[in-house]
């Protein structure tokens, strides 16, 4: 089971719904797309590669940006849900190597340490602009309390301090990527 289908668990979330990082090859996006539909809840997905973008524009209930995710959850407000799975750590793609990736799409070399900056700076504008109950999902996201590791590093522990509580983590095993974490808070 992968960490944003743990949103289903969450029925009582009312406002916006954003995905960091597009994409079909987890499922993500067509699997919280039907979820949103159902909920009724505006839903919108952002992913700066054109081709993860291109795979997900004709879902039905999806908004799709072909931008970073930091520039879009800037211009959203009344937040419910962040499911943050920017980047690519872990396994390697099948598909394309991912300095291959960045470089085409403008990033320069990948690094683990942008990576985590940029999943702090999502968690923080969706803390900003967060409705009363809020949910984040990080994935490849290591949680245990006394070491936080991958996407949610740097993020994860922000959330903490204004408030949020992780309230699921899930790890394949000890270390491996294979792994992410739910928060949410109620005001
Ligand atoms: C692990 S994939 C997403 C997989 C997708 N959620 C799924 O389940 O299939 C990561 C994606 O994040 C994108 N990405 C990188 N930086 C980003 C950013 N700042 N905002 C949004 N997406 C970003 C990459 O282009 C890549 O397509």
Request: net charge negative.
């Amino acid at each position: 089971m992968d960490g944003y289908t743990r949103v289903v668990e969450h029925l009582d979330l009312k406002g916006i719904a954003v995905e960091a990082g597009s994409g079909t090859d987890h499922g993500s996006t067509p699997f919280l797309a039907e979820h949103f539909i159902w909920q009724k809840i505006e839903f919108h997905t952002a992913d700066p590669d054109p081709i993860a973008y291109r795979k997900v524009i004709d879902f039905d209930g999806v908004i799709a940006h072909n931008e970073r995710a930091e520039k879009v959850i800037a211009g959203l407000n009344n937040i419910c849900f962040g499911y943050l799975d920017g980047y690519d750590i872990g396994d390697v793609d099948k598909e394309e190597s991912y300095q291959n990736r960045y470089r085409r799409i403008g990033y320069g070399d990948f690094s683990l340490r942008e990576c985590a900056e940029s999943h702090l700076k999502q968690a923080m504008l969706i803390e900003e602009r967060s409705a009363d109950k809020c949910v984040v999902i990080f994935d490849d996201t290591n949680f245990r309390w006394n070491k936080i590791r991958g996407k949610g590093a740097l993020a994860v522990p922000y959330l903490i301090a204004k408030g949020f509580q992780p309230i699921d983590a899930f790890e394949e095993m000890e270390d491996s990527y294979a792994a992410w974490v739910v928060l949410r808070r109620d005001k």
